[in-house]
């Protein structure tokens, strides 16, 4: 039997096998899982790096692999209208640190500190306390410096190979004519953005858009193996013209500060000229002024000197003080309203109380609406009890006018026959005529800080049941209303223009920095107010008013002339005791050539001093300064003058050379420039002359002429004519060889004397020196 092979029997694995076996499965489990676990996350970081975040990473990493360098734009220019730059800027640079760059290269802070302060002018304490600061990497230590102290910037840097002081292009704004419409174009800040005037109005379009250069850069900015630079072109601003002329607003500050100074005004005065055919602003004024090249000093020497001794107050009050807090405060606030006050442009941002020269708009509204007519009649007494009002009206006559005509009751400024005009027009009538003439709205001036005035209202003007008369009776001559000096100008252009109320403007064009014109205005008509006629018929009252009434101070040798006076209370004012104070705001509207009106020129004076002893009146004061003015812009303007032979006395002309002519040959020459002439001596030729050659004086003047070696070589002393009449003046002067050109009025009255003259007493001149002489009407009290 065979024997079967045993077979091998499995060994059952024992316990630990098991489990080793498994644990190793586990863990390859484990593996593979955390494997995918861990892909995943960082897939998931890679996405959200790559497309998530994608824009935040590529921002951070060009932010520390690029170096970007400003480039400034060039602030555009302004202009006047004939092209003279009002401002402008030039090319600067700002001095700044890099605080890092100067640790990491060891430089000797201090002692770099001390040479740039010698070339900056800064405290060298100062500039190591911004050396220090090595969390940034840009510390501005002065600001938009001129080329010869960036050279000088630039030698330290050169010569002791600093690394970590910098340079960078800039623009500085400047004002050439520095004072010369300084309200109007206003001022650029520190960061070269505008703050005031046609800067801050205009800021958008003359600031421009600043441009770059971006290059590469490695760990603390050292240069990159492989690197680019992009270079971001800036935009320019655009420019922008003006309708404003330099010399016409010369000759308007001019003419006011002198007015200022010779009454004493002690709170500054306003004045503009306007074209009344098309709405441009040819000058702005508002004294007293700043210079915007240094905006933040204070120009007004008492507002100066009470704000220093409020700063010195303070200095003296205990440390950490309440009472030294406060006192620091008031000087913070003296400082702040002073600066505000200098900047401000009071013809578009302040109301005032016009008072006779708005009699002008009742009339033309009596006028137009057929309320009165010019063959009307009115009585003036000297004062009135009018139903309706409490007080007695009196007019500034209190002797009163009599029997006077529509025209004349604009001639002599009679309140008492506008009262009667305002109130046969009635209040809504009138208050409809004043809204049409602007005076309830902003007239759209491209200035900034407009105002509306202060006007009542329709019910108060037009209600007299309830309201009495008062408020009615007082607009009728200007008073208790506020329009603003622009809305005045505006509204009396509509009157003398044809009747259109036009819309102002001080901007012609603006062009970009290819020359391309982005914007243009142009006369703009809002509505018509009063008719052709009406208006006509005003030209020809408004005339009269300077030829035969209070205003024949404002009259012009050689130009036909037209406007109104004005003398207001400030009826707003009040004293310390609260009682209303005696100040006057003085006036003169004028208007010319009235043939055919062109300009219109308001000068207001505010608060003239009476200790002067002048009569305050807009008639002796405003009216001969606007006629100043008008004597000086008229001729530049291109107006010519129509003057008669009496009018040659007045006008000024050029002594021609004489010398070697005989009495013939100089008498045809001194005929065409209307002179006479005195022959002196024997001789056959003119051997000398007085006035001597290019010396001016009036025509009609008689000049003599030697022929012999006889002429007087000594100086006269210039005597006071103050207070003289025409003939007192006339023969003074000619006893002493001096010649008198007559400015102002054309009358010889004994009430009209001399005012001014333009050659102080007590100076010394040569013979034959013509001495200008302003004669003032002082009867023309209103």
């Known amino acids: ?60 990493a060009i932010r520390n692999q ?68 090595t969390s940034l990497r840009y510390k501005v230590i002065k600001r938009r410096q001129a080329q010869e102290v960036c050279d000088k910037v630039r030698e330290i840097i050169a010569e002791d190979k600093i690394i970590g002081v910098h340079l960078e292009p800039d623009s500085q704004r400047y004002y050439p004519y520095h004072d010369v419409a300084a309200q109007i174009i206003g001022f650029t800040n520190t960061e070269n953005v505008g703050s005031e005037g046609l800067e801050a109005y205009y800021n958008d379009e003359l600031q421009g858009t600043a441009g770059a250069v971006i290059t590469t850069k490695g760990n603390y900015e050292t240069q990159m193996l492989y690197s680019y630079e992009k270079y971001y072109q800036a935009s320019d601003g655009d420019s922008i013209h003006l309708t404003l002329d330099t010399t016409v607003q010369y000759y308007l500050q001019k003419q006011m500060q002198d007015a200022v100074d010779r009454y004493d005004v002690l709170n500054g005065a306003f004045g503009i000229v306007m074209n009344c055919k098309t709405g441009e602003i040819v000058a702005m004024c508002t004294l007293g ?90 009585y003036c007494g000297g004062s009135e009890k009018i139903e309706g009002r409490e007080q007695i009206l009196n007019c500034w006559n209190h002797a009163g006018h009599g029997s006077e005509t529509t025209a004349q009751a604009l001639q002599k400024s009679c309140n008492i026959a506008f009262a009667h005009i305002g109130l046969r027009t009635g209040g809504g009538t009138l208050y409809d005529y004043c809204r049409a003439f602007g005076l309830m709205e902003q007239t759209g001036i491209d200035l900034p800080g407009e105002a509306s005035g202060v006007f009542h209202t329709r019910e108060r003007l037009a209600n007299t049941a309830s309201y009495g008369t008062s408020y009615l009776i007082a607009t009728s001559f200007g008073q208790t209303i506020k329009p603003t000096p622009i809305q005045l100008v505006t509204a009396i252009s509509a009157v ?47 005339e009269s008013v300077v030829t035969e009434g209070t205003a024949k101070n404002g009259s012009v040798v050689g130009y036909r002339i037209g406007g109104k006076t004005g003398t207001a209370e400030k009826t707003d004012q009040t004293d310390s005791n609260g009682q209303q104070t005696n100040d006057k705001i003085v006036s003169f509207v004028g208007i010319a050539p009235m043939d055919d009106p062109e300009y219109v020129v308001l000068i207001a004076l505010d608060t003239p001093n009476p200790a002067t002893g002048t009569y305050i009146s807009g008639g002796v004061m405003a009216a001969p300064t606007v006629a100043r003015v008008m004597e000086d812009i008229l001729p530049y303007l291109g107006v010519e003058p ?134 003032t009407d002082t009867t023309a009290l209103d």
């Open 1 to 60: 039997m065979k024997q079967q092979p045993q077979r091998r029997r499995r060994r059952a694995p024992k316990r630990e096998e098991v489990s080793t076996t498994h644990v190793r499965k586990g863990i390859f489990f484990l593996m593979i899982l955390l494997g995918v676990v861990s892909f995943c996350a960082v897939a998931g970081m890679l996405v959200k790096l790559m497309l998530v975040d994608h824009d935040y990473y590529e921002a951070k």
């Open 66 to 133: 690029t170096r970007s360098t400003s480039v400034t734009a060039s602030r555009g220019t302004i202009y006047d209208r004939n092209g003279n730059v009002l401002a402008a800027s030039s090319s600067v640079e700002n001095v700044f640190l890099d605080p890092l760059e100067l640790s990491q290269n060891k430089v000797d802070v201090p002692a770099l500190a001390k040479k740039l302060a010698a070339v900056l002018d800064l405290d060298a304490g100062w500039i190591e306390e911004q050396a220090a600061d």
């Open 289 to 378: 002024s700043y210079d915007p090249n240094d905006y933040q000093e204070i120009y007004d020497e008492d507002l100066r000197t009470q704000i220093e001794e409020l700063y010195t107050k303070a200095e003296k009050q205990p440390e950490n003080s309440t009472a030294r807090t406060e006192a620091f405060n008031a000087y913070n606030a003296a400082v702040r309203d002073a600066r505000l006050k200098q900047w401000r442009n009071r013809c578009v941002s302040d109301g005032y109380e016009p008072g006779s020269t708005f009699k002008i708009l009742t009339l033309a509204a009596a006028l137009d609406s057929g309320a009165v007519t010019t063959a009307d009649t009115f």
């Open 496 to 542: 003398v223009n044809g009747g259109y109320l036009l819309e102002p403007y001080v901007v012609s064009e603006i062009v970009d920095s290819e020359g391309n014109v982005v914007q243009q205005n142009a006369r703009t008509v809002v509505r018509q107010v009063i008719s052709e006629e009406t208006s006509a018929t005003m030209r020809q009252i408004i």
């Open 642 to 775: 129509d003057y008669s032979e009496v009018d040659m006395s007045r006008v000024t002309v050029r002594m021609p050379n004489l010398a070697g002519k005989t009495e013939s040959e100089a008498a045809a020459i001194l005929e065409e420039d209307h002179l006479n002439y005195k022959i002196i001596g024997d001789g056959d030729k003119i051997v000398s002359q007085i006035p001597a050659h290019g010396r001016e004086l009036p025509g009609n003047s008689t000049v003599l002429l030697y022929t012999d070696d006889s002429m007087p070589t000594d100086e006269v002393e210039v005597p006071n004519l103050t207070g003289m009449t025409v003939a007192q003046a006339s023969t003074t002067l000619s006893q002493l060889g001096l010649y008198l050109q007559a400015k102002g009025t054309d009358s010889n009255a004994w009430y009209v004397v001399v005012t001014k003259q333009d050659i102080d007493a007590g100076t010394k001149v040569p013979r034959g020196t013509m001495i200008a002489v302003t004669f």
